[in-house]
């Protein structure tokens, strides 16, 4: 019902910007909530950041002051600007909607296909 495609990750030196988008299409009502998180290798995945229908927006501590997230709710896309990366922010990043779909009662979760980002040292 909902299919986010994203794009802009790659290798960067650290202290460079890379910055990500999340464009979602399909059947779409509406969408609540809109969020980046990160998978490392060997690790867990992680929230990063996230952003409310209201616009309250949170952010791990580990990225706070670097990383913005922002949204264009007329283009259904989430971004996520990273500035000053470091070699620990190197994961496959997905972006992570929360929405409600044609043919489809309530609100679920759909993730995109992820985008590597690599931080060199």
């Known amino acids: 019902q909902v299919q986010l495609v994203e794009s802009g990750g790659g290798l960067v030196q650290a202290g460079g910007s890379l910055r990500l988008s999340c464009a979602a299409s399909?059947?779409?009502?509406?969408?609540?909530?809109m969020s980046w998180y990160r998978q490392a290798p060997g690790k867990q995945r992680e929230l990063v950041a996230d952003?409310?229908?209201?616009?309250?927006?949170n952010y791990a501590d580990s990225v706070k002051g670097r990383f913005t997230i922002s949204r264009d709710i007329a283009k259904n896309t989430v971004y996520l600007q990273m500035n000053d990366l470091k070699p620990e922010d190197t994961a496959v990043y997905y972006c992570?909607?929360?929405?409600?779909?044609?043919?489809?009662?309530?609100?679920?979760?759909?993730w995109g296909q992820g985008t590597q980002v690599a931080v060199s040292s």
């Open positions: 992570n909607n929360r929405a409600a779909a044609w043919g489809r009662v309530g609100n679920y979760d759909y």
């Open positions: 399909g059947r779409i009502i509406s969408i609540n909530y």
């Open positions: 952003i409310t229908s209201g616009g309250t927006i």
